[in-house]
């Protein structure tokens, strides 16, 4: 446990320092792996394959705030798919449309989770994300998680389809219109996944707030049973095929990622190095401000006063104020018994 | 020459405008109404597209039968739920937005704050050395 202490003060010292770089870098490999996921699972515009775009994009993506990500990544879907099938694409534009008009307006740092929800599903640890966003978001987070949950099995369910979605020449274009909304619409999976999302995030939201010791933790179980059961029932009363092996294998797996998570980021204050530029009258100035790493406070010493003791040996007491009081007290009484 | 006192009082405030006073100064610029009525003539715009949208698709997906029909419907009836519907969307995105401005606009003031005082303390500066 101490070597891991220590290895949190080295991260915090280290991004302190560095978080000028740290950060492009950190939104390089986000938008990096959201791309390379995107071409991996639906690379239908043989172009955008191109390593040298997607490193490109991803460069641009590290100078650019997060939710650039989020449109670039929205852009590489849409032209997949418009390569794949014009119907899809228009559907899924409507589909990032609405989203955006009706939620991200509103709350446009919420955003990243419409990323990050999808590739948690692609690393298998999808239900890490309802956990996450409940310890550091607000209960509206669960708009935004269950975005992603849209987003993720819309794009899977391209990808299981793709070659009927290609081979739909024969039928109408409203024909295959309708087979696309009616595919995305009868998701269960889907529902379901969304429906446990939505609680878990407002659950460990309300738990993790309430004044009780290890709020934390008790929100982080909470939230993982819960989630499990709310897929369970939804499994025997959608009657759909979801593995209850994986998704406690992924429950405790995404359990384990938040418990690290936890302790090196969400508690841990990044106070960081700042580079701040301003100007008077008389000169410019270029300030670099460094954060005093705060010195820990002394551990306590709770001394136990025995009260039965405290009248046999009152003259060894020092430094308390109820030992100040009881000698003050004592004292009276002496004064009181000589004027008598 | 250079002061220190006033490099701290700049530097803090400079530190302040690059993070969280990014979000907050625009906010602080404007009138209570302005900002909120502003956000909530934003709101209606965006749920007139978005209601558009959905409108569209939904049409879309079933034309045949709505070309269909639509000789045979009462053309009337059909604009006057449509119309009821709009306006019971966009009314309630309304009133969303104006609860998240309200709330938003005395966050963005609270905050705002000590910048202003900061900014008293450092023209009082100013006019101490002239």
């Known amino acids: 446990m101490t070597n891991l202490l220590v290895m949190k003060e080295h991260l915090k010292n280290f991004y302190g320092k560095y978080e000028i770089y740290i950060t492009p870098v950190m939104k390089f490999l986000l938008a990096l792996v959201s791309l390379i996921t995107i071409t991996k699972n639906l690379g239908f515009m043989y172009r955008l394959t191109n390593p040298a775009i997607l490193l490109i994009t991803a460069l641009l993506c590290s100078f650019l705030p997060v939710n650039i990500i989020l449109l670039f990544s929205a852009g590489f879907i849409i032209l997949h798919l418009y390569a794949l099938s014009l119907e899809c694409a228009v559907v899924v534009l409507a589909l990032f449309l609405l989203m955006f008009l009706l939620y991200f307006r509103f709350s446009p740092r919420d955003a990243v989770a419409v990323l990050l929800t999808p590739l948690c599903f692609a690393c298998h640890v999808p239900y890490a994300m309802p956990l996450a966003m409940g310890f550091v978001g607000t209960p509206l987070s669960a708009v935004s998680v269950g975005c992603g949950v849209i987003v993720f099995y819309v794009l899977d369910y391209v990808k299981l389809n793709s070659k009927a979605l290609g081979n739909l020449e024969t039928e109408s274009r409203i024909q295959r219109f309708q087979y696309v909304i009616d595919s995305i619409m009868g998701n269960k999976t889907m529902i379901v996944m969304l429906a446990a999302f939505a609680v878990t995030v407002i659950l460990v939201y309300l738990v993790r707030r309430l004044s009780v010791n290890y709020a934390w933790k008790i929100a982080m179980v909470v939230g993982a049973i819960t989630n499990v059961m709310i897929i369970l029932i939804g499994d025997l009363m959608m009657d759909i095929n979801i593995s209850i092996v994986k998704t406690i294998i992924g429950t405790v797996l995404s359990v384990l990622l938040i418990i690290v998570l936890e302790f090196f980021v969400f508690s841990v204050d990044y106070s960081r190095t700042e580079y701040v530029q301003f100007e008077d009258d008389e000169y410019y100035y270029y300030v670099k401000a460094v954060p005093k790493m705060m010195v820990s406070a002394p551990e306590k010493k709770v001394k136990k006063i025995n009260s039965q003791k405290k009248l046999s040996s009152a003259s060894s007491y020092h430094g308390t104020h109820a030992d100040t009081r009881a000698r003050t007290s004592a004292r009276k009484l002496d004064d009181d018994f000589d004027v008598r | ?130």
């Open chain 2, 1 to 130: 020459m250079l002061n220190e006192e006033r490099i701290k009082l700049m530097t803090r405030m400079a530190s302040y405008e690059a993070d969280e006073g990014k979000r907050m100064i625009p906010v602080g610029n404007y009138f209570r109404n302005d900002y909120i009525s502003f956000q909530v003539v934003k709101t209606a715009i965006s749920a007139t597209i978005a209601f558009g949208l959905i409108f569209a698709m939904y049409i879309y997906y079933d034309f045949e039968a709505f070309l269909a029909d639509i000789y045979k419907m009462d053309v009337v009836a059909f604009v006057k739920t449509l119309v009821m519907l709009y306006l019971a969307a966009v009314v309630a995105y309304m009133l969303i937005a104006y609860i998240l401005a309200s709330y938003r606009y005395n966050k963005a003031k609270k905050s705002l704050r000590n910048y202003y005082a900061a900014l008293r303390k450092l023209s009082q500066m100013y006019e101490e050395e002239d």
